[in-house]
């Protein structure tokens, strides 16, 4: 009663072309490969792609280039490595730390769990790599062609079926559960120490940092902290045939390495700002300078169950550095201040600025949300405004009509579109019902919302509608008060947001690949403690991140957030660091209470409406000075809210998927 | 032996978007229905002590996203379930017809290692609605298909009132102990567990 169909890859005629044409493929890639081949014995290239780039950046200029190998290894291990070029770089901004960080080494197809194509009719095909942990790789662009190549060579050699789902997901290893059988093999008894200790056979091009170099005094007492709370993990029986995890555990490593470098510096730096004293007090059992900052810390603390493995970054000190007090919200006499005789907005970099300390008094959001979602440009004056106003207002009723003019004959006729209306019908009389706006029978508001999402279905029919949406046009339809000016608010913050809800959910995975990474930066226990315990897919936060904390905050609050977030003050992505704030705030608890996956879901779940918002605001602004441009380098290109990178088709389509 | 944690099974519920998810697990769980339910974002779970002949269990019920984009999540939160529950709403065909795909989608992604086996159990919910009259799925339709499918345990319910929903729970609680495999179980009566599997046959097919 359903398509089932789709299990096999060879219903794609481009798909059966360039398995035709692999040997040629191959042919030419021989012919460009240079004489340096190391692979070791027994081991033979099956696939090879020069120029195969990923952007570490949100800026396309910035990229590291280099070469693409499928290497067999032995009957039936397929191993892949991405190596970047040697001094090649784009940009002198891009470290050979850089290099680093992404060279993919040695992953095996065991481990993987997935590979999602994308093949823009405009600009680069590229394909992201997912990892049974649910972890993915930055996407791997193929500048000079050649994905279908890839995926052509990946079957030849392991088990490859498209996903039932996605006609762009192709599926690796599906006859059994990878997920179960890959995070067993992760959770070595020794995960910890392998990922701290020198890895004896990997040629990692970290040469300049010999991996001890930075045991000092703070790096010191945290490592055997951590090895202690290791020893006293449960331990799952290790098969030493899965020992090639190891190797997937190596590429982890020198993200560790590359996070222990920056935090050890951190360290050092705060003592010569002056930490030394605050550390003297710790030490001698004084309390901290803040003292409402230790009752929070107080409140949240682990029953002393587990020793906890201590925070690496002395978070605490940090945010009474660098996390600002809050501001008085943004009121009418000041934001006079902000605008020309015109009704320009002067220096938006200034009003931004002071929205992220302060937000913005509510009976002004409604003119300033439109400037902070980039629905009005900062440049333009009233008359402009209101000029557009009009215009987007007969744009809407257009849209909007092409639905309303659909009679019940033709859609008996269209299913897609009778689904749809039936989905957005049910999810708006269940959006914030509560709010006195939204309240009632027979709620106008309610039919608002309605009527908006459908018409935004109309205008962007590749996304649709997604479940989550209507969470994020209720504040906005309840700040702009208006039909159309709220639609167009709508569609500005989903041009950042749309990935969040694309069928491929290829936003949802970067944001939580950024997510990890900022993890692994800012807290390695943490990160190693969720390495150890199957949560390194961060599923626990998807719920954050899919509708910005709509659902953890109160309504008010909410508000107060999202106005914050849209300045992109310090970053594009100060949501990630507020996830990372909170995540921080709890890890006592955590790691003490000993959370599984189960546990710490529900327990994330159960934040919801007792999170100290503009305390978490103060720290996740620390955690992001803190972070810095390692910070940034966590975060592939086209993250949301970063714009999409790619101009042409937008939104993954799929024609034989229902909604 | 005390200290042994009590017995875990975990029941994943799935089905369309708006056929009762919450509801029912709610009903089931703190004996409450409210209107003012959200759609489920990811996925979040309850849990309930159950005893059963004379042994006491925890159920853990996992409610997820309805909208078939969020499937990919499945594979986090479907891992070691005992026992499926594939909800749809008697007056809404769709959602009955996409019951095939549900239980498909469960199979592949919860990867269970005895797929013909493992036990299902099927909601058709909303019976209060309109007296009945605006039902679009029949008993006997929705029963052949479980039938089809290995006879599947059928029950009709209404999470708003309450009906049917603990028995239909206590099928799947019986449903799930029996799938859990004999070597997990440390109390020493293991012969129990046979006793209530042969009962099953007996005690919820319907």
Same mark, same amino acid.
């Given at each position: 009663?359903?398509?089932?169909?789709?299990?096999?890859?060879?219903?794609?005629?481009?798909?059966?072309?360039?398995?035709?044409?692999?040997?040629?493929?191959?042919?030419?890639?021989?012919?460009?490969?240079?004489?340096?081949?190391?692979?070791?014995?027994?081991?033979?290239?099956?696939?090879?792609?020069?120029?195969?780039?990923?952007?570490?950046?949100?800026?396309?200029?910035?990229?590291?280039?280099?070469?693409?190998?499928?290497?067999?290894?032995?009957?039936?291990?397929?191993?892949?490595?991405?190596?970047?070029?040697?001094?090649?770089?784009?940009?002198?901004?891009?470290?050979?730390?850089?290099?680093?960080?992404?060279?993919?080494?040695?992953?095996?197809?065991?481990?993987?769990?997935?590979?999602?194509?994308?093949?823009?009719?405009?600009?680069?095909?590229?394909?992201?790599?997912?990892?049974?942990?649910?972890?993915?790789?930055?996407?791997?662009?193929?500048?000079?062609?050649?994905?279908?190549?890839?995926?052509?060579?990946?079957?030849?050699?392991?088990?490859?079926?498209?996903?039932?789902?996605?006609?762009?997901?192709?599926?690796?290893?599906?006859?059994?559960?990878?997920?179960?059988?890959?995070?067993?093999?992760?959770?070595?008894?020794?995960?910890?120490?392998?990922?701290?200790?020198?890895?004896?056979?990997?040629?990692?091009?970290?040469?300049?940092?010999?991996?001890?170099?930075?045991?000092?005094?703070?790096?010191?007492?945290?490592?055997?902290?951590?090895?202690?709370?290791?020893?006293?993990?449960?331990?799952?029986?290790?098969?030493?045939?899965?020992?090639?995890?190891?190797?997937?555990?190596?590429?982890?490593?020198?993200?560790?390495?590359?996070?222990?470098?920056?935090?050890?510096?951190?360290?050092?730096?705060?003592?010569?700002?002056?930490?030394?004293?605050?550390?003297?007090?710790?030490?001698?059992?004084?309390?901290?300078?803040?003292?409402?900052?230790?009752?929070?810390?107080?409140?949240?603390?682990?029953?002393?169950?587990?020793?906890?493995?201590?925070?690496?970054?002395?978070?605490?000190?940090?945010?009474?550095?660098?996390?600002?007090?809050?501001?008085?919200?943004?009121?009418?006499?000041?934001?006079?201040?902000?605008?020309?005789?015109?009704?320009?907005?002067?220096?938006?970099?200034?009003?931004?600025?002071?929205?992220?300390?302060?937000?913005?008094?509510?009976?002004?959001?409604?003119?300033?949300?439109?400037?902070?979602?980039?629905?009005?440009?900062?440049?333009?004056?009233?008359?402009?405004?209101?000029?557009?106003?009009?215009?987007?207002?007969?744009?809407?009723?257009?849209?909007?009509?092409?639905?309303?003019?659909?009679?019940?004959?033709?859609?008996?006729?269209?299913?897609?579109?009778?689904?749809?209306?039936?989905?957005?019908?049910?999810?708006?009389?269940?959006?914030?019902?509560?709010?006195?706006?939204?309240?009632?029978?027979?709620?106008?508001?309610?039919?608002?919302?309605?009527?908006?999402?459908?018409?935004?279905?109309?205008?962007?029919?590749?996304?649709?509608?997604?479940?989550?949406?209507?969470?994020?046009?209720?504040?906005?339809?309840?700040?702009?008060?208006?039909?159309?000016?709220?639609?167009?608010?709508?569609?500005?913050?989903?041009?950042?947001?749309?990935?969040?809800?694309?069928?491929?959910?290829?936003?949802?995975?970067?944001?939580?690949?950024?997510?990890?990474?900022?993890?692994?930066?800012?807290?390695?226990?943490?990160?190693?403690?969720?390495?150890?315990?199957?949560?390194?897919?961060?599923?626990?936060?998807?719920?954050?991140?899919?509708?910005?904390?709509?659902?953890?905050?109160?309504?008010?609050?909410?508000?107060?957030?999202?106005?914050?977030?849209?300045?992109?003050?310090?970053?594009?992505?100060?949501?990630?660091?507020?996830?990372?704030?909170?995540?921080?705030?709890?890890?006592?608890?955590?790691?003490?209470?000993?959370?599984?996956?189960?546990?710490?879901?529900?327990?994330?779940?159960?934040?919801?409406?007792?999170?100290?918002?503009?305390?978490?605001?103060?720290?996740?602004?620390?955690?992001?000075?803190?972070?810095?441009?390692?910070?940034?380098?966590?975060?592939?290109?086209?993250?949301?809210?970063?714009?999409?990178?790619?101009?042409?088709?937008?939104?993954?389509?799929?024609?034989?998927?229902?909604? | 032996?005390?200290?042994?944690?009590?017995?875990?099974?975990?029941?994943?519920?799935?089905?369309?978007?708006?056929?009762?998810?919450?509801?029912?697990?709610?009903?089931?769980?703190?004996?409450?229905?409210?209107?003012?339910?959200?759609?489920?974002?990811?996925?979040?779970?309850?849990?309930?002590?159950?005893?059963?002949?004379?042994?006491?269990?925890?159920?853990?019920?996992?409610?997820?996203? *309805?909208?078939? #984009?969020?499937? !990919?999540?499945?594979? $986090?939160?479907?891992?070691? @379930?005992?026992?499926?529950?594939?909800? =749809?709403?008697?007056?809404?065909?769709?959602?009955?017809?996409?019951?095939?795909?549900?239980?498909?989608?469960?199979?592949?992604?919860?990867?269970?290692?005895?797929?013909?086996?493992?036990?299902?159990?099927?909601?058709?919910?909303?019976?209060?609605?309109?007296? *009945?009259?605006? #039902?679009?799925? !029949?008993?006997?339709? $929705?029963?052949?298909?479980? @039938?089809?499918?290995?006879?599947?345990? =059928?029950?009709?319910?209404?999470?708003?009132?309450?009906?049917?929903?603990?028995?239909?729970?206590?099928?799947?609680?019986?449903?799930?102990?029996?799938?859990?495999?004999?070597?997990?179980?440390?109390?020493?009566?293991?012969?129990?567990?046979?006793?209530?599997?042969?009962?099953?046959?007996?005690?919820?097919?319907?």
């Amino acid at each position: 009663m359903q398509e089932a169909e789709l299990h096999d890859l060879s219903d794609d005629a481009d798909y059966a072309a360039s398995q035709l044409q692999g040997s040629v493929y191959m042919t030419r890639s021989d012919s460009t490969k240079t004489s340096s081949t190391t692979e070791p014995e027994g081991a033979e290239v099956v696939y090879l792609k020069d120029n195969v780039t990923i952007h570490p950046t949100q800026f396309a200029s910035e990229r590291i280039s280099g070469r693409l190998k499928l290497i067999k290894q032995g009957s039936s291990l397929l191993i892949m490595n991405w190596i970047p070029y040697k001094g090649q770089n784009s940009n002198a901004r891009l470290s050979e730390k850089d290099r680093n960080l992404y060279t993919i080494r040695g992953v095996s197809f065991t481990d993987v769990r997935s590979i999602r194509r994308h093949t823009p009719t405009l600009g680069w095909q590229y394909i992201i790599v997912v990892m049974s942990s649910g972890l993915a790789f930055p996407p791997l662009y193929f500048y000079s062609g050649g994905v279908k190549e890839f995926l052509a060579t990946v079957k030849q050699h392991v088990f490859l079926v498209r996903s039932a789902e996605d006609a762009n997901v192709f599926l690796v290893n599906d006859f059994e559960n990878p997920l179960q059988r890959t995070l067993s093999s992760l959770e070595l008894p020794r995960a910890v120490s392998v990922a701290n200790v020198p890895l004896p056979s990997t040629s990692t091009p970290l040469g300049e940092l010999p991996p001890n170099e930075n045991q000092d005094a703070g790096d010191g007492s945290r490592s055997s902290s951590s090895s202690l709370y290791n020893g006293r993990t449960r331990q799952k029986v290790h098969d030493p045939a899965r020992d090639i995890s190891i190797q997937v555990l190596e590429k982890f490593s020198l993200v560790t390495r590359f996070a222990r470098e920056t935090t050890s510096q951190l360290f050092r730096e705060s003592l010569n700002n002056g930490f030394a004293v605050a550390n003297e007090r710790r030490a001698h059992g004084l309390s901290p300078v803040n003292s409402s900052h230790k009752l929070v810390h107080e409140a949240e603390k682990a029953p002393e169950e587990v020793p906890v493995a201590p925070d690496p970054i002395e978070f605490d000190k940090l945010t009474l550095v660098w996390g600002q007090p809050r501001q008085a919200p943004l009121g009418l006499e000041e934001w006079a201040t902000y605008l020309d005789s015109e009704g320009r907005v002067m220096d938006s970099k200034a009003l931004r600025k002071r929205i992220f300390y302060g937000g913005v008094d509510h009976h002004l959001r409604k003119p300033v949300w439109a400037f902070l979602l980039g629905y009005h440009a900062y440049d333009s004056t009233d008359a402009e405004r209101d000029y557009l106003k009009r215009v987007k207002k007969t744009e809407y009723e257009t849209i909007k009509r092409q639905w309303q003019s659909v009679s019940a004959e033709q859609a008996k006729r269209f299913t897609k579109f009778r689904e749809r209306k039936g989905l957005i019908e049910k999810d708006v009389v269940r959006t914030d019902r509560s709010i006195s706006f939204y309240e009632g029978d027979d709620n106008v508001n309610v039919h608002l919302l309605r009527d908006i999402l459908l018409t935004y279905s109309f205008y962007n029919f590749d996304l649709g509608y997604c479940q989550g949406m209507s969470d994020l046009l209720s504040p906005i339809l309840f700040v702009m008060e208006d039909e159309s000016e709220s639609f167009w608010c709508f569609v500005a913050l989903m041009e950042r947001l749309g990935p969040n809800f694309n069928r491929d959910q290829n936003g949802m995975h970067s944001q939580l690949f950024a997510l990890s990474k900022l993890v692994e930066l800012l807290d390695s226990p943490l990160h190693n403690y969720f390495k150890q315990n199957d949560c390194l897919n961060y599923f626990f936060c998807f719920r954050w991140l899919l509708i910005q904390f709509k659902r953890e905050f109160e309504y008010g609050r909410v508000m107060r957030l999202w106005e914050v977030l849209w300045t992109h003050y310090l970053s594009e992505h100060l949501h990630l660091y507020v996830c990372v704030a909170i995540l921080k705030r709890y890890r006592n608890r955590i790691m003490g209470e000993q959370m599984d996956f189960d546990t710490l879901l529900k327990f994330i779940n159960g934040l919801s409406g007792g999170i100290d918002l503009d305390a978490i605001l103060r720290d996740a602004e620390a955690l992001c000075i803190c972070a810095g441009e390692n910070g940034a380098a966590c975060i592939p290109p086209g993250t949301p809210p970063s714009l999409p990178i790619e101009n042409g088709l937008l939104y993954a389509q799929q024609d034989d998927e229902v909604l | 032996m005390a200290s042994r944690r009590r017995m875990l099974l975990k029941v994943i519920i799935l089905g369309d978007s708006g056929v009762g998810k919450t509801s029912l697990m709610n009903q089931y769980v703190n004996k409450k229905f409210s209107n003012q339910y959200k759609a489920t974002i990811g996925a979040d779970f309850l849990t309930k002590e159950v005893q059963f002949e004379d042994r006491l269990f925890t159920l853990q019920i996992w409610d997820t996203a *309805g909208q078939e #984009r969020f499937q !990919s999540l499945g594979v $986090a939160f479907y891992r070691g @379930a005992d026992c499926c529950v594939l909800v =749809y709403d008697v007056n809404v065909m769709k959602s009955f017809e996409n019951l095939n795909h549900w239980r498909e989608e469960f199979l592949i992604q919860a990867s269970p290692s005895d797929p013909e086996n493992f036990p299902f159990v099927v909601l058709g919910n909303k019976v209060d609605i309109d007296g *009945g009259n605006s #039902r679009v799925v !029949s008993e006997k339709k $929705a029963k052949a298909w479980c @039938a089809s499918k290995g006879n599947i345990p =059928y029950f009709e319910t209404s999470a708003k009132e309450g009906f049917n929903v603990e028995a239909a729970f206590q099928c799947i609680a019986k449903n799930a102990l029996k799938n859990e495999p004999e070597e997990e179980i440390y109390l020493p009566d293991t012969i129990d567990v046979a006793g209530g599997q042969q009962q099953r046959s007996s005690g919820c097919e319907c």
